[in-house]
């Protein structure tokens, strides 16, 4: 019985030693990725927004930016949040799993990074890196940070996917949707308009519809690549904000919901809502 006791204390020991490992290796790679992204960051010019950008602007989206930024604000260039909620593991049922993240955005040269903690039972954790670097996405999931789960690098398709990312969370990065910033601006109705971003050779464009206050309430991509049952493939993907408060002086919505339009119907994948941030200004 002794025997069987130590051996049993052993196994306990190892396993912890492992799950130290993994998160440890896990901090190192995310450094790694959020040094590269810092090395990354260049000179945002104009430093300071100015209205005079809204001039040829659909309606819509002059009423957004003069309720969400002030005349003579000075561009983000960075931004650091942490969030928390729910994620669905699943693709077929409702598997919600609480997740904690944090996550970096750097406004030019555009790129971020989510490093993601999804809760499983008996204290297992899957870690998630959403990434899009220098042009080039990369998803990265890990049982423990020990075990891939899945490791996708700088496809068009990813690269496309991250890219619409970066541009739908840009409603908690106001000014990167600046005209100056390289978003391209077309009218469809009095509360939505059509946005499109190019970094390089990727394209993202997004519809952004406004709710009655002005406030950016949702966002739909036509085309979205995603990875189902195992393969990548291109489905309608959209999102939803909500409530706004103010955060140095720019409101932003502290909440957002996430989903696929698969043929199947509407997929809810992501709940979750900020609980902190910060934000680093041009100057």
Known sequence: MKWLLTIAALIVICLGLAVIYGKYQWQ?????LRDKLSNGRQAIQPKFYSEEELESLP????????????????????????????????????N???????QIAIAQRLGFDWDGHIQ?????????????????????????????????????ELNQGELLRFFA???????????????RWEAIDDMSA??????GATDASIVFRFNSEGMIDSFRADARYGTF???????????????????????????????????DGTWL???????????????
């Open 194 to 199: 059509r946005g499109t971003l190019t970094d």
């Open 59 to 94: 309606a819509p989206v002059q009423r957004y930016f003069r309720k969400v930024i002030s005349n003579g604000q000075p561009m983000i260039s960075a931004v650091k949040l942490t969030q928390q909620g729910q994620f669905n593991m699943s693709e077929t049922e409702q």
């Open 28 to 32: 190192i790679n995310t450094k790694d």
């Open 169 to 183: 969370e840009a409603a908690w990065y106001p000014t990167a949707l600046l005209p100056s910033q390289g978003v």
């Open 229 to 263: 049952g195992g393969k990548m493939m291109e489905m309608p993907w959209r999102g939803r904000f909500g409530d706004y408060k103010i955060q140095h002086g720019i409101s932003i919505p502290s909440k957002g919901e996430v989903e696929w339009e698969r043929p």
């Open 120 to 156: 499983l039972a008996l204290g297992i954790k899957v870690f998630v890196h959403d990434t899009y670097l220098l042009g080039k996405g990369n998803l990265h999931a890990s049982l423990l940070g020990l075990f891939t789960l899945a490791n996708i690098r700088d496809t068009p």
């Open 269 to 283: 994948y992501y709940k979750g809502q900020i609980t902190e941030i910060e934000y680093e200004f041009e100057r």
């Open 96 to 102: 919600w799993n609480p997740f904690t993240a944090t």
